[in-house]
């Protein structure tokens, strides 16, 4: 099984790229979601965070993120909840593990170095979202039409 990553900055396109995979059957393992999910809902890890950073962290019951000021504390954030992250990656990974490939789709692959952790072959950064569009247009015989 090919890993593949997908990633990319802000509004450039990532979700839309990964719904066209979908679309064509091609599985997507949102790492994204899985975070925001471990960070608001995690029974675990809601009082590691709250050790972290202090119990007003969150507010509403989700986590504010204006509180994190800066990118050493979002990476404290995100060393709590990685190892869980990636466990539910190597599960979704052994459940679709006939799949010629998969993408492991997440807003940090690079800041995080899960490029080599995870052994991703190749990685999709999204700069021009209508350019990667046509390139998987082209080689899937698609018509992409604007």
């Known amino acids: 099984m090919y890993k593949v990553g997908l990633t990319g900055n802000y509004f450039s396109g990532q979700n839309e790229v990964a719904k066209i995979f979908e679309d064509y059957n091609v599985r ?4 994204n ?14 009082p590691k965070i709250k ?46 593990k006939n799949d010629f490939y998969t993408i492991f789709y997440f807003d940090y692959i690079f800041e995080r170095n899960l490029d ?5 072959q190749m990685i999709l950064v999204l700069a021009v979202y209508w350019l990667l569009v046509n390139l998987i247009g082209v080689y899937y015989n698609m018509t992409c039409y604007w």
Do not use: C, M, Q
């Open 28 to 31: 997507v393992f949102d790492a």
């Open 33 to 46: 979601l899985i975070t925001k999910f471990l960070i608001n809902y995690s029974p675990i890890h809601i």
């Open 51 to 96: 050790k972290e950073f202090g119990p007003d962290i969150y507010s509403v019951g989700l986590l504010d993120l204006s509180k994190l000021n800066d990118n050493k504390s979002f990476n404290k954030l995100l060393d709590i909840i990685e190892l869980d992250l990636l466990r539910a990656y190597e599960i979704f990974r052994k459940r679709y």
């Open 116 to 120: 080599k952790i995870l052994s991703l």
